[in-house]
């Protein structure tokens, strides 16, 4: 489990494929601080550490994640949104984000509006019912909140410090990003469906 709250920015060096499967070894100031088996979210994807080397270490995407995901698009020197897990003491200073990725959107439009920033994305319409007006929503592992939303886009305001220490000063349009809808608002949504079949 995550809070969207991004700790530090790594930088893909070397990706390796495996079958159907990609390796990425990732180099990242925090990485002496891993441990293998840990979960680590990468832009928003829960992906499991198994080997550190000083500065790097290597995780794996199997063919589900590089499907569902933007993880196909990573190259050599790609920067990406760190987090680690989140501890019991830990204050959730964003929302409960699980690193489990369901659906990739596409940025349409980025504005400098007097130092912060707002952004557009389109979505699938598919997933309307999930995105709600000044609900969260995690972008590359970013917890956010929406305004604007229509059924296939929604906007974000990024304030200048969210821009300078993330990826997103790196977004560029037409440029996809991982997104996940609130855990709250899937499980309403799915029980009530339930309700009605």
């Given at each position: 489990?995550?809070?969207?709250?991004?700790?530090?920015?790594?930088?893909?060096?070397?990706?390796?494929?495996?079958?159907?499967?990609?390796?990425?070894?990732?180099k990242a100031t925090l990485a002496p601080d891993f441990k293998v088996d840990q979960s680590i979210a990468h832009n928003g994807v829960c992906l499991t550490v198994?080997?550190?080397n000083g500065e790097q270490y290597k995780v794996t995407a199997v063919?589900?994640?590089?499907?569902?995901?933007a993880l196909e698009d990573w190259q050599k020197g790609t920067k990406i949104n760190l987090e680690r897990s989140l501890l019991p003491s830990s204050r959730l200073d964003g929302h409960f984000v699980q690193g489990h990725v369901?659906?990739?959107?596409?940025?349409?439009?980025?504005?400098?509006v007097n130092g912060s920033y707002e952004i557009q994305f389109s979505f699938p319409e598919s997933f309307a019912p999930y995105v709600v007006e000044k609900g969260s929503i995690s972008v590359n592992g970013i917890s956010l909140?929406?305004?604007?939303?229509t059924e296939h886009s929604f906007k974000v305001a990024i304030i200048p410090y969210t821009w300078q220490h993330t990826m997103l000063h790196l977004l560029k349009v037409d440029e996809k990003v991982n997104?996940?809808?609130?855990?709250?608002?899937?499980y309403i949504?799915?029980?009530l469906s339930l309700n009605n079949s």
């Open positions: 489990m995550f809070t969207g709250i991004i700790e530090v920015m790594g930088e893909v060096s070397e990706i390796i494929s495996a079958g159907t499967n990609k390796s990425f070894w990732i198994e080997e550190i063919q589900e994640t590089l499907e569902k995901t369901d659906a990739t959107a596409t940025c349409t439009h980025i504005e400098n909140t929406v305004f604007e939303v997104i996940e809808f609130d855990l709250i608002g899937k949504l799915r029980k």
